[in-house]
Structure formats: C-alpha cells, structure tokens
C-alpha cells in the first residue's frame, strides 16, 4: 500500500535546467551592455567552467568570473548581471505540466508528500515558495538537514521518518537514475523515472516505473493499491 509519496525538486517538478540556462543567458548579455568586453560563448564557458568546479548551486558565480577577468569585482557589471539573471529566473521558474493538478490529486486521495532535494535549503524553499508550493508538502528535505546528497540514505531516511511512513509503503519520484532510483531503491521505496525531466539521456533507469507525464502517477498508485483506492484506508 502506498501512503506518501516523495519528489525530488529539479527536473522533477520544475524544469530547472532550463530556468538555469535562460536566467544566465539574459545575465550575460546585461553584463555585456554594463561593460564586460568578452563574447556571449566566452562568458557562458568561463560560467560553466566555474559551474563544473564549483557545484550548479554556487552563488557567488558572477563574483568569481569577474574576479577571474579582473582580479577584482566591478560591481556595475555584477550588479547589471544579477538583476537580470533574477528577473529571468522568476520568469522561467514554472512547473512542468500537470503538476499541481497531479499534486492535488494526490493530496485528495490522502496520500502524504514530501520533497528530497540535493539543493541547499534556502535555494529548495525559494524555487518552493516561488511556486506557492510550499503549503502543499508535509515534509521538504534538503542538504542541509542531513548533510548528505542522494544516494546516500540519510535524506530518503529522514523524510520517511518526517512522514511517518516505512520505506515499501512510499514512491519515490526523480529525474536522475543514479541518484534517486538507486538511491530510494536501496532503502526498499518503489521508484517512478521522470523520464520528462532526463538531462542525461538515461537508458537504465533502474526503476520500478517510468513516466513521461506526472499525471502518470495516478494510475501507478491505483495500480500498487487497488484500483481506486489509493488512500490511508
């Protein structure tokens, strides 16, 4: 019986990698116009290359490149290069189709939710709050509650103990096979690939299910309970 199901949050429920690549393309160009004398391609490798290094989750970015150019921070091309990147970050940062329907059909039938995500708290409860889901999960998990990313098991651990559920009686939602199939897997939570938010070209996924719509997890939970009866019952 399935009693909650756990998402994660990047490419899962938000497509992230595009919010990312819109929101540093329009910060590029605004640091071009304030100044900064390198080609969109030069920049946007040098911010990769920091990206690679550093983490996707590293602030500081536009600091470090003008630091890496100039030994020094210009603060009107920072500036010029943050304002934009935010406003199009907010722009871009909208969830996949069918999400909030599939999330609210889930929370009718009586089934907990939760979100593990590998992303700092702050970051995880901005993109959350942004999308007015924050309201909607009862428990939200992140790198700075267990100090582990996924595989390890300490982040699917503590939401299952925040939600009160053992591990079979939980679905685990995810984009990335390594990290969230194997991962929750390992623990004995059934897994579902969102094969919608792949980035990787995924092949074995590992999974118990593959989607390529969310609202697919309807008929997954229906199936796992008995047709109809996906509830606490």
Not at 25 to 30: F, L, P, R
Not at 35 to 56: C, Q, T, V
Not at 198 to 226: P, R
Request: proline share 3%; aromatic share 10%.
């Amino acid at each position: 019986m399935i009693r909650a199901v756990i998402f994660d949050l990047d490419n899962t429920l938000v497509d992230f990698m595009a919010m990312k690549r819109q929101a540093i393309d329009a910060a590029i160009h605004a640091m071009i116009d304030a100044g900064l004398n390198f080609s969109p391609d030069d920049i946007k490798s040098r911010i990769d290359a920091i990206y690679k290094e550093r983490g996707i989750e590293f602030q500081n970015v536009f600091d470090q490149l003008l630091y890496d150019v100039f030994n020094k921070v210009d603060y009107k091309i920072l500036s010029a290069g943050i304002i934009s990147y935010r406003r199009a970050r907010e722009a871009a940062l909208v969830p996949y189709p069918h999400v909030y329907l599939t999330l609210m059909e889930l929370l009718k039938r009586g089934l907990k939710l939760a979100v593990v995500s590998d992303a700092p708290a702050r970051e995880a409860w901005l993109r959350l709050c942004y999308l007015n889901f924050h309201h909607i999960f009862h428990a939200v998990v992140t790198f700075d509650d267990t100090g582990e990313r996924k595989p390890n098991p300490g982040p699917f651990r503590k939401a299952l103990e925040l939600l009160a559920v053992r591990p079979e009686n939980a679905l685990m939602v995810g984009d990335w096979a390594e990290r969230d199939m194997i991962g929750a897997g390992n623990i004995g939570m059934k897994t579902v690939f969102a094969r919608y938010g792949d980035t990787f070209g995924t092949i074995e996924t590992h999974a118990d299910y593959e989607v390529n719509d969310i609202k697919e997890l309807i008929k997954i939970i229906e199936q796992e309970n008995g047709i109809g009866s996906a509830s606490n019952d």
